[in-house]
């Protein structure tokens, strides 16, 4: 987890913000899918819940980045020209 300490969270003006990128989501898909794999030892029509997820899994990398406060649990899209223009103005 990357700490983000120069943009606070629009909601609640916290310092602890960090920036959730595609590996992240990737990671949360192969955990769900080895969740899954392990309840289908007792529920077997699990398992093919799981096959679709892990060809969808490469799709992650093609989400945006995301901002999550670490107090509040806002989100908010990550935007570089805003960190640009605000470490320029330090």
Known sequence: MSHVDWESCPRCESKKVVIRGKFYFFF???????????????FIPLFFLSIPLLFLSPLAFFLP???????CKNTWRFNKNTNKQSVEQL
Do not use: G
Not at 29 to 38: D, H, K, Y
Not at 65 to 71: A, F, G, R
């Open 65 to 71: 980045k995301i901002k999550q406060c670490l107090d």
């Open 28 to 42: 949360i898909i192969l955990a769900v899918i080895a969740a899954l794999n392990f309840l289908a030892l007792l």
